[in-house]
């Protein structure tokens, strides 16, 4: 299986609606599509973490979600249980996001690719830094000011993926 991440600004005027025509775009393209909140993803290896051990957890059967995006979702989020990691998705309104697109082959998903930005007019926008990031990312991950004073602010990072790397340890 093959993937592809898409970065950019989206507004979503109605939230159901657009999840409705991103799964209609699935399904005619053949692909899996996961949406995120970028503000809530610490950085690139955040997402290949997440996609490892989702593909991971479906390999060993022990996958909680039937699909690989919500999956992903699902350790993206830190969380076990897949209601909870709903907060790392797609707000209504202006979404600073991030796309992983999942397909059968890396032809399928850059055909895919394409079609996605020119249906949904994904835009640029200017990186997030992560100063800007720390707030969703302590609230998102149940970070305290003395667990970022204790390690330093810049270990921010490795308290996300420990995070991420510690889902589904404790079954």
């Given amino acids: 299986m093959a993937e592809i991440l898409l970065i950019g600004f989206i507004f979503i005027r109605d939230l159901p609606t657009f999840l409705q025509s991103l799964n209609d775009f699935s399904s005619k393209h053949n692909v899996k599509i996961q949406g995120f909140d970028a503000r809530k993803i610490v950085d690139i290896d955040h997402l290949y973490l997440s996609i490892h051990r989702a593909r991971e957890s479906f390999s060993n059967s022990v996958n909680e979600a039937k699909d690989i995006g919500l999956e992903v979702l699902r350790f993206s989020s830190g969380q076990r249980k897949i209601d909870k990691s709903f907060s790392m998705g797609l707000i209504q309104g202006e979404n600073r996001s991030v ?30 830094s992560l100063e800007e990031k720390k707030p969703f990312l302590m609230k998102q991950f149940d970070i305290t000011e003395d667990e ?16 991420v790397a510690l889902v589904d340890v404790t079954r």
């Fill in 99 to 128: 796309f992983v697109l999942f397909g059968d082959s890396e032809e399928c998903v850059q055909k895919a690719e394409n079609a996605f930005k020119a249906e949904f007019g994904l835009s640029d926008f200017p990186e997030i």
């Fill in 148 to 163: 970022l004073q204790t390690v330093g602010e810049d270990r921010i990072k490795d308290l996300v993926l420990e995070r």
